[in-house]
């Protein structure tokens, strides 16, 4: 740290909801609609993140290792349903098993390397690393499964007729669906290569864009955000190409036969 | 070769005894809508019955990986789908999933003259072939597997009088070669009267009549 943040008064941070007002005031004056949505949008944001704040301050004024891991397991949870809510087409319960198990075990594995390999945080449990870190790597990953999983069932729904030509002709499961299981897999992870091109460049991102403005030097930021870029990728690609697998495998029986009935 | 028991499958079908012997030509012709399909896709475990069994060489069907089971019962859908690419790659994709290697152009070439594909290069993409021609590119597919049972369903639906005459006698031809199986959905009872050994009646899902 250089110098200390600038703290923002609570009659400064009032102000800031200027730019609300002059949202509602374009909707309404256009016809736009959607008023109710914008208010009540920057409404919940400013009670999650006030609610979030005071959490935060007692979690990292009492470092514990069984809260770090149960806030863990709650951001794991949020996450997995709202992969469920996400996705259009309705989830058999044996694919909402592999996703849970796909996003739990991918990103865990990603975490735990990322906290403990690559910044090598002491204690363990630190919880000014393992949350916000944590969080990212899950959010990503969160976004990642449900373009993945909306690939697949998309992909084998609209392919069901060449998925069973493959299977009569002697393909297992698995080469029957090859292609969409890449496409699904190319797809899901595109976004966070895409992000990785833009990145300081059209955008700062916004752990660096933070730790700067909490006063850290650019570069040491810099390789922070190197880290998180490389740690969200990895995670995405492994939570990904988890779920693309053991997703596969729920369109078909232990007979190898399809089993969706369209 | 096939022995169906008490067979069901949803109300779609329902046999209480068939048998299909090993080295026949055995053809099943029917109103449309009766279970013909449904008949060849439990031969081979596209669909497993909901009652009743089927012995294939003595064993229950579904005792067999259905995987090397495909690979040995090869069935011909009505409506076969062309895969993406050119008529080269639909043959090395084929091989692709029977974990076969690749074969060379001049055994394709022959497959293509076997189906009166002649005409066709095999780098031109299968996508732009006709009905007809798609249907004779997937039959060419499926005989690069030489296989030794054949369930073929309508595969002469798309083809012209003439083109149909020449692929049910090549396809009769190559399986009376190898002594094999062949199972065949026509709706064709001239067809049926000329090649068949046997000929099975499916009407409204169940055996009308074994001739």
């Known amino acids: 740290m250089t110098e200390s943040i600038f703290d923002i008064s ?11 007002l002059i949202l509602i005031f374009i909707v309404k004056k256009e016809n736009i609609g959607h008023e109710k949505q914008i208010l009540l949008a920057s ?13 935060l301050t007692y979690v990292f004024e009492n470092p514990n290792p069984f809260i770090t891991v149960l806030i863990l397991l709650v951001m794991e949870a949020f996450a997995i349903f709202n992969i469920y809510s996400r996705v259009e087409k309705k989830l058999s319960k044996k694919l909402k098993i592999a996703i849970g198990l796909s996003m739990f075990s991918g990103t865990l594995v990603s975490i735990l390397f990322f906290l403990f390999i690559v910044i090598n945080i002491k204690p363990w449990f630190m919880p000014q690393y393992f949350i916000p870190i ?13 373009l993945g999983a909306q690939g697949l069932i998309n992909g084998i729904n609209d392919n069901k007729a060449v998925i069973e030509n493959a299977l009569m002709l002697g393909a297992t499961p698995e080469k029957a669906t090859k292609n969409i299981q890449n496409r699904s897999f ?5 976004p966070t290569i895409n992000s990785m091109i833009g990145m300081g460049i059209v955008f700062l991102p916004g752990m660096m864009t933070g ?6 030097a650019p570069l040491t930021a810099i390789k922070y955000q190197i880290a998180i870029m490389m740690g969200i990728l990895g995670s995405v690609t492994l939570t990904v190409y988890l779920m693309v697998k053991w997703g596969m495998k729920t369109f078909f029986n232990e007979r190898a036969q399809i089993n969706i009935e369209l | 070769m096939f022995e169906l028991n008490n067979l069901k499958y949803k109300d779609i079908l329902e046999i209480d005894h ?8 055995t053809c099943i012709v029917g109103r449309s809508g009766g279970g013909k399909s449904t008949f060849l896709k439990l031969l081979n475990n596209m669909i497993s019955s909901d009652q009743g069994n089927i012995k294939f060489k003595g064993k229950n069907l579904e005792e067999y990986n259905p995987i090397k089971l495909r690979r040995e019962i090869l069935m011909l859908p009505q409506n076969p789908v062309i895969f993406s690419g050119t008529i080269r790659d639909n043959f090395s994709i084929t091989l692709q999933y029977n974990d076969l290697d690749i074969e060379n152009d001049k055994k394709y070439n022959e497959l293509l003259n076997k189906v009166g594909l002649s005409n066709q290069k095999l780098d031109s993409f299968a996508e732009k072939l006709s009905g007809g021609e798609k249907q004779r590119l997937a039959l060419a597919r499926i005989l690069l597997l030489e296989p030794d049972i054949l369930l073929l369903d309508e595969p002469s639906s798309a083809l012209d009088d003439e083109t149909e005459e020449l692929i049910i006698e090549m396809v009769v031809g190559f399986i009376n070669d190898k002594n094999g199986t062949l199972v065949m959905v026509t709706h064709s009872k001239e067809i049926a009267q000329r090649y068949a050994d046997r000929i099975i009646t499916i009407n409204e899902g169940s055996l009308d009549k074994v001739n």
């Open chain 1, 134 to 146: 944590s969080g990212m790597l899950i959010g990503n990953s969160m976004t990642g499964i449900s």
């Open chain 2, 18 to 25: 068939l048998e299909i012997n090993k080295g026949e030509i």
């Open chain 1, 186 to 190: 190319y797809n899901a992870v595109l």
């Open chain 1, 43 to 55: 409404f919940r944001m400013t009670i999650q993140l006030v609610l979030v704040g005071y959490v």
């Open chain 1, 10 to 20: 609570i009659i400064s941070l009032v102000t800031a909801y200027i730019f609300v």
């Open chain 1, 211 to 216: 730790q700067i403005l909490a006063g850290a």
